[in-house]
């Protein structure tokens, strides 16, 4: 069942997803060639725990850190680790948290250093298709027109969609229902509605879609690279809110691209 969330709970959201951002800008800074993932996963775990609250991936089922960092072609769920970071390669930085009772999450894909511009393009169209993607998210739209305006970008500039995993509802808990494929045909599933909130994330892979899981890591099966951008989402009566940015750019962002 989707939860719709009441004003009280979408304040709370607001105030788990900004703190969120702030704790992922922050991270932007450090990430440069040389330093380690688990260097930037101890500033992380630390900025969410001063700020009174949880970090949610910790401990979920097992894993052993606050910030999720997958570099190049591992799409998801990379174990922050003491190897320094190589210049050029890509970095996904995914966290989330929870702060009184509710819960945000959030990703994004960064170069470290000097990366190529076929590097940089996949970052950046990865980011359109979030876009895209968000466009959808207005009453009456059904839930597949999210995946399905999402696939069409990334395929109509040659990237191919990660089919194995998806957004989610987001509440109470990380991940709660609908489970949202960044895939499909549009006019599927249930109608969009006000106090939906929602994690769009799509991973775009510069390869193909098949993916190998390690146990924790998640990459692609033939080592193309992947870039992830995530946010969490909430509908409303007017344009939808990114509740994993700061005020100003939560209804703003999407008009200026
Ligand atoms: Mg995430
Ligand atoms: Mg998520």
New binding site residues.
């Given amino acids: 069942m989707i939860s719709i969330k009441n004003d009280a709970q979408i304040e709370k959201m607001r105030a788990a997803g900004r703190l969120l951002y702030s704790v992922l800008a922050e991270l932007r800074q450090y990430v440069k060639p040389g330093v380690t993932t688990m260097y930037l996963n101890k500033i992380a775990h630390r900025m969410i725990t001063d700020a009174g609250a949880t970090p949610s991936f910790l401990g979920y089922e097992g894993f052993p850190a606050s910030l999720c960092t997958s570099v190049n072609e591992v799409v998801v769920h990379g174990i922050p680790n003491d190897v320094p970071l190589a210049e050029g390669c890509i970095l996904g930085l995914?966290c989330?948290l929870v702060l009184d009772g509710w819960q945000a999450?959030s990703?994004y894909t960064i170069g470290v250093g000097n990366v190529s511009p076929e590097a940089k393009r996949l970052i950046d169209v990865t980011e359109e298709c979030f876009w895209k993607g968000v466009s959808q998210m207005k009453i009456g739209h059904r839930l597949s027109d999210i995946g399905s305006s999402v696939q069409a970008w990334a395929e109509s500039n040659g990237y191919q969609v990660i089919r194995a995993l998806c957004?989610?509802g987001?509440g109470r808990e990380?991940?709660e229902d609908p489970e949202v494929p960044n895939f499909g045909k549009p006019g599927h599933g249930p109608r969009l509605a006000p106090g939906m909130t929602l994690?769009i994330?799509p991973m775009i892979s510069a390869g193909g879609y098949d993916v190998i899981n390690d146990g924790w890591h998640i990459a692609t099966k033939d080592g193309g690279w992947v870039s992830h951008y995530?946010h969490t989402v909430l509908i409303t009566y007017g344009e939808p809110e990114i509740l994993t940015l700061p005020i100003a750019l939560a209804h703003a962002a999407e008009a200026g691209r």
Avoid: L, N, R, S
């Fill in positions: 995914d989330g999450d990703a957004g989610h987001i990380m991940h994690a994330e995530e």
